[in-house]
């Protein structure tokens, strides 16, 4: 797992108590670029790869932050508070809003891994998440 720019590693809970069950393998993070934006004072860009090994699953977070997500490799389901969950596969996109908070996000399959892109427009130095209820 890496720690990426001032992110820690998500942990990946199991519903259920921990002792019950074992714990999903976390996503793994990393950082290909990050961009101050001139033309809007205060912001930047923070590109991120995210690989879901098989049956990853995120906590419920947000990133206040406009994030746009475009799957590479696999399949994923994805989903915010008050909207449909999807699945996404190779070349789809997903869009989360700075209020959106992600109730949803995890590996399709239990057997390939995930892969795709993130795109956050957030403030400069914010983290790029945080945890949720």
């Keep these: 797992m890496h720690i990426v720019h001032g992110l820690s590693p998500i942990l990946l809970l199991a519903a259920g108590t921990a002792a019950a069950q074992e714990v999903p393998p976390a996503a793994i993070v990393g950082e290909l670029m990050t961009k101050p934006l001139a033309d809007y004072p205060g912001k930047e860009a923070l ?10 699953v995120d906590p419920v977070h947000r990133h206040d932050a406009h994030a746009f997500v475009y799957v590479v490799e696999g399949s994923i389901i994805m989903g915010v ?7 996404l596969t190779q070349g789809q996109t997903f869009y989360e809003g700075p209020d959106d908070v992600h109730t949803i996000g995890r590996n399709a399959s239990t057997t390939r891994p995930a892969k795709f892109v993130v795109v956050l427009l957030k403030n400069r130095g914010e983290p790029a998440v945080t945890l949720a209820k």
């Design 47 to 56: 590109m991120l790869t995210v690989v879901y090994p098989p049956g990853a």
């Design 81 to 87: 508070r008050g909207g449909k969950s999807v699945t």
